[in-house]
Structure formats: C-alpha cells, structure tokens
C-alpha cells in the first residue's frame, strides 16, 4: 500500500501499465495510477481477486483465505480518502472485544481486552505493578508508530538522502533502531505470558522479537491500542472495494 502512495506523490509520464496480482498491494497500485490517468489492467491467476485475501465458498458458507482480522484502520482509511471515501462507504467495522485469545503450548490461553484500563488490570493480575510499565511502554510505542506513519512511511524513497534531515535523524536515535524488540519488552516484563503477547505480532514480519529492532513495538501499539476489527461480511471486503475504486477510475481486471 505505501508504494500506492509513493506513485501518487512521486508522478510519473502517462504509460500503459499491467499490474500483476489482485491482492490488497496490486489493486491499491491499481487504483492509484488509473486515478493518475495511467491505462492500467489487472491479471489475477486466480478465479477471483484478492490475493491472500480471497474467499473461498463451499456449501452455502464463505471462508477467508487469508488475514482474519484488520489492524492499523487508519491506513485503509487513508488509502480511501485518496479518492474522496470513506472506509463507511464499502463496509462496516466492528472492533472486536476480546481482540483475540492466545493459545499457549502448555494449554492456557487467556483472551486479550480491547480497551487500555482493562488490558491494564490484565496485566496487574498476571504481574503486580506491570501496569505503569505498560502505559510506558505503550506511550514510547505511539511515539514510534507516530513518527514512522508521518516521517518514514509514505516517503517516496527514491534515494537514501530523502532521510537526511536533522529532525527525522533525531527522532530516528528514539525509535531504537539499535536495540531488539525482545530486549526492551524482557527489559520491562517478567511474566512469560505477558512477554509473549507483547513478543507475538512481530511474527507478522517473518521474523523473532530477538532479530526485529525495537522499533516495532509501534505493531503493539497498533494492536493493543488502535484495536483488532473485523469488516462484516469478512475481510473480501476490502478487496470488492478496492476492485470498485480501481474499476471506477478506468482500471480494467481479468485473470492472466
């Protein structure tokens, strides 16, 4: 999706372009370049767009293939705004609470809530005085999540040099760039339950808390913040919609 972004801003000469793949990233470039008066067609391989996101229907039911729940709204919401709508117009939003249950290997499990006072009462029952550690490690979180959706994020990135500016060098030394995710929050936490959820979502990254800089603690502040949705009629949702936006603006699907 930020690539959608950066053709946006960046332009470019009018061209005949064949996007490759209907997942959320290829219509989102999709959409962006017929708005920018491009020729742009679509090839999905697939029977139907979507990707990952595509359903799959057997016997009256319909299953997601891919992502269950939606995270970061304010991005989709973003993207839509770009063609003057609203995430509304497509589908409805439900925040789901609990935002998920986490299955550990021993057989616990333990349901995460949706809103911060009750996630902080989570975290006190489970370790005595690791609610002031959260709201602080959730503070430096929004921070980070802050800085990279307004600085990094929806930079163009053409050349190293866009970076080289005093205030995002100076903000970039309080992203921690240099420290691993796994060391701030064992830094913080003691209770394995409460390290785990905080470790998990980085696994979203293909990678270990111990191999991913601190920096994405900003994923924690998307999840235990910003909150777990879900659009009714399921997640295909976002792909009809951005099928819609794409078609509208003169972009052209069929499967390749």
């Known amino acids: 999706m930020r690539q959608a972004y950066n053709m946006l801003n960046g332009g470019m000469d009018k061209r005949r372009i064949v996007v490759i793949g209907s997942g959320f990233a290829g219509l989102c470039a999709a959409g962006v370049l017929a708005k920018e008066g ?45 063609f003057g709508k609203r995430t509304s117009d497509f589908y409805e939003l439900v925040r789901l609470d609990p935002s998920y249950r986490v299955f550990f290997k021993d057989g616990k499990q333990a349901d995460v809530p949706a809103s911060v006072q009750a996630l902080e009462q989570f975290f006190e029952t489970h370790e005595p005085s690791s609610a ?75 990678s270990s808390a111990d191999k991913t800089p601190s920096l994405y603690s900003m994923m924690n502040y998307a999840d235990l913040v910003l909150g777990t949705w879900y659009p009714m009629g399921g997640m295909n949702q976002i792909v009809k919609a951005m099928v819609k936006i794409a078609e509208e603006n003169g972009a052209t699907y069929g499967q390749g």
Not at 60 to 67: A, K, L, N, R, S
Not at 155 to 181: G, H, P
């Open 38 to 82: 491009h020729d742009v067609t679509i090839l999905e391989k697939n029977a139907e767009p979507g990707g990952r996101a595509r359903t799959w229907k057997s016997d009256g039911f319909v299953f997601d293939m891919g992502p269950s729940w939606y995270w970061m709204p304010d991005v989709f919401e973003k993207y839509f705004n770009l």
């Open 132 to 206: 002031k550690k959260l709201k602080r490690f959730l503070a430096d979180a929004k921070y980070k999540y802050d800085t990279a959706m307004s600085d990094h994020i929806y930079r163009i990135s053409d050349s190293v040099t866009e970076f080289f500016n005093w205030d995002l060098l100076i903000k970039s030394f309080r992203l921690r760039l240099f420290q691993s995710l796994r060391s701030e929050v064992r830094g913080l936490f003691k209770n394995p339950l409460l390290i785990h959820i905080l470790e998990f979502p980085v696994l979203f990254l293909g």
